[in-house]
Nanobody, 121 residues
Framework: QVQLVESGGGVAHTGGSLRLSCEFS????????MAWYRQPPGGQRDFVSSISSDSITNYEASVKGRFTISRDNSKNTVYLQMNSLKPEDTAVYFCHSEREARAAWARVENWGQGTQVTVSS
């Protein structure tokens, strides 16, 4: 059973920084694409960023240039460095994993419990 545990959330001022961490366990980390999603108050859960097993990254347009996703395979951990934070970044941030596989049935997805990020104006 894959487990994802987020940490690093908290409160920051506009223009400040936070670094989120997501620790992965239960399966070989190196074959998983990792991602971050976020859900603002009263809003939907939306994609933020992803990183594949070979470190190919993708970013949602509003965070590109401000956020950086990375992974440390020796620690089974994915990070989201968030700089130049804005009040609009306030949300619960969720870690997500998807097994990289040719067959669709093998692409198992898992979610973490989420960590709160609050950016004050």
């Amino acid at each position: 059973q894959v487990q994802l545990v987020e940490s690093g959330g908290g409160v920051a001022h506009t223009g400040g920084s936070l670094r989120l961490s997501c620790e992965f366990s239960g399966s070989p980390f190196v074959i998983y694409t990792m991602a971050w999603y976020r859900q603002p108050p009263g809003g939907q859960r939306d994609f933020v960023s992803s990183i594949s097993s070979d470190s190919i990254t993708n970013y949602e347009a509003s965070v590109k240039g401000r956020f950086t996703i990375s992974r440390d395979n020796s620690k089974n951990t994915v990070y989201l460095q968030m700089n130049s934070l804005k009040p609009e970044d306030t949300a619960v941030y969720f870690c997500h994993s998807e097994r990289e596989a040719r067959a669709a049935w093998a692409r198992v997805e898992n979610w973490g419990q989420g960590t709160q990020v609050t950016v004050s104006s």
